[in-house]
């Protein structure tokens, strides 16, 4: 069997981040020497929310079980709460679009890959309970120029855990980040990591895509004031609560919120 080779609008890509690879590369340190560099948010990464009011009935005493997966937004970086970062915004919109309580927990470390995930931290993770699992990963593939087989290869792998764990689970993922609005970034490191990015998402798009249990997110809109932490980087509590809203309307409007309700 002929070995494959990614189409060219992949390969491109790299071949551009390599060629601009000095630059790139002195923009980076640049960067890492300037920019602060926040804590995750204290543990404990779990917790639950409720719904407000008292409508829902029995279906409001059902709980549903959210793990939140992935990289340093997982983690919390930006908060000085966990239940201000990713994990306890999504289990606050969850819980007013569904009318049920939402158990949260979220696993995963600052600077993980897709790879780091699945090597470290998605089998511990998937032991409990877990009816919807939010990956958010991604941003370190495209810091790290990985390949979009590297990337795409990851990605399937955490598909194939997860439902083999959880088979009548449903798993949302995150798109990449936005990177051509972090002003924080000089081009053309900025560029770079945007094209770069978006090559990755389009393999995770397809993989997600053909699984009837799981969605993506759209590209986000244009991130509001107050969206980013003090590093300009990461979200700030605002920022986790403008992206969880963002990716659970959309998740409603698509109906995905429908495989939920077995649950």
């Known amino acids: 069997m ?9 390969r491109l890509s790299r071949a551009i981040a390599a060629a601009q690879g000095p630059v790139l590369l002195t923009q980076g ?44 937004t997982a983690a919390g970086v930006g908060v000085d709460h966990a239940d201000l970062g990713l994990g306890g915004r999504l289990a606050e919109a969850l819980a007013v679009r569904t009318g049920r309580p939402v158990h949260w927990r979220a696993a995963g470390r600052n600077g993980a ?20 699992v939010f990956l958010t990963v991604g941003a370190n593939d495209a810091l790290a120029l990985r390949s979009a087989n590297a990337f795409r290869r990851d990605i399937r792998r955490i598909i194939q855990r997860t439902f083999a764990a959880h088979p009548e689970a449903a798993l949302l993922m995150s798109s990449l980040p936005a990177f051509f609005r972090f002003s924080l970034l000089p081009d053309p490191l ?12 389009r393999e995770a798009r397809a993989l997600i ?14 991130y509001t004031e107050g969206f980013f932490a003090s590093d300009d980087f990461h979200p700030s509590a605002i920022g986790y609560r403008d992206w969880a809203d963002f990716a659970v309307e959309d998740a409603v409007s698509v109906g995905f919120d429908r495989l939920l309700d077995d649950h």
Do not use: C, N
């Not at 002929?2 to 992949?10: A, Y």
């Not at 890959?113 to 919807?132: K, M, N, S």
């Open 2 to 10: 002929s070995e494959f080779r990614p189409p060219r609008r992949l």
């Open 29 to 72: 340190r640049r960067l890492r020497k300037s920019t602060p560099r926040l804590p995750d948010a204290p543990l404990p990464w779990h917790g639950r929310v409720d719904p407000g009011g008292s409508g829902g009935g029995e279906r409001a005493s059902r709980p549903l079980h959210l793990l939140v997966i992935g990289d340093s």
């Open 113 to 132: 890959t897709a790879g780091d995930l699945v090597r470290q931290y998605l089998t511990p993770a998937l032991v409990e309970p877990t009816d919807l």
């Open 190 to 201: 900025r560029r770079s990591l945007y094209r770069h990015s978006q090559a990755l998402e």
């Open 209 to 222: 895509a053909a699984h009837p249990r799981a969605h993506m997110s759209p590209p986000p809109p244009p």
